[in-house]
Antibody
Framework: QVQLVQSGAEVKKPGASVKVSCKASGYTFTSYTMHWVRQAPGQRLEWMGWINAGNGDRKYSQKFQGRVTITRDTSASTAYMELSSLRSEDTAVYYC??????????WGQGTMVTVSS | EIVLTQSPDFQSVTPKEKVTITCRASQSIGSSLHWYQQKPDQSPKLLIKYASQSFSGVPSRFSGSGSGTDFTLTINSLEAEDAATYYCHQSSSPITFGQGTRLEIK
């Protein structure tokens, strides 16, 4: 079946970077645009950016511009999100979500990233 | 940036009740509005796309309506398994979400 499986939980110190992976299966990886969305404790969902899995085009939220990098490896059907210069406010669950046409049709299970000294 | 405001923030309802959740956009977005259900410790799941199109496999008691700036998610004959937080999402860049509406089943 169509699914997105993310990498496991991470604990990082302030100032470090984290890289989260999202492996797709059950469909043609290059058919979707892959988005990254995060959810801090008790907060609303927050969009971070997307990558066109086919041609590699990408767009980032202005809020994260300069700190986030989204990439993909088509041979591995995997998308990646790297966030740098981590601070405590970046503690959140990070989701990948696949978009066919505007809406997010499928979501990964989420990856908890904790930033703590 | 388009701001989405949902109401109510929280609602306590009994099974078989009809529930209406609204989402208001700070500017017109046509029909580019989607609804998700998120249960505790789970990832969100798509319910409705383009304001009124039911996503595959979603029970028929869920429906959506609206266009422009005002949108509604309706759950007819609520079931216990519908306890969750519901989010609206607009797909004009930058993408934004509503603050969520938490439904508690009495």
């Amino acid at each position: 079946q169509v699914q997105l499986v993310q990498s496991g939980a991470e604990v990082k110190k302030p100032g470090a970077s984290v890289k989260v992976s999202c492996k797709a299966s059950g469909y043609t990886f290059t058919s979707y645009t892959m988005h990254w969305v995060r959810q801090a404790p008790g907060q609303r969902l927050e969009w971070m950016g997307w990558i066109n899995a086919g041609n590699g085009d990408r767009k980032y939220s202005q809020k994260f511009q300069g700190r986030v990098t989204i990439t993909r490896d088509t041979s591995a059907s995997t998308a990646y999100m790297e966030l740098s210069s981590l601070r405590s406010e970046d503690t959140a669950v990070y989701y990948c979500a696949g978009e066919w046409s505007d809406a997010f049709d499928i979501w990964g299970q989420g990856t908890m990233v904790t930033v703590s000294s | 940036e388009i701001v989405l405001t949902q109401s109510p923030d929280f609602q306590s309802v009994t099974p078989k009740e009809k529930v209406t959740i609204t989402c208001r956009a700070s500017q017109s977005i046509g029909s580019s509005l989607h609804w998700y259900q998120q249960k505790p410790d789970q990832s969100p799941k798509l319910l409705i796309k383009y304001a009124s199109q039911s996503f595959s496999g979603v029970p028929s008691r869920f429906s959506g309506s609206g266009s422009g700036t005002d949108f509604t998610l309706t759950i007819n004959s609520l079931e216990a398994e519908d306890a969750a937080t519901y989010y609206c999402h607009q797909s004009s860049s930058p993408i934004t979400f509503g603050q969520g509406t938490r439904l508690e089943i009495k």
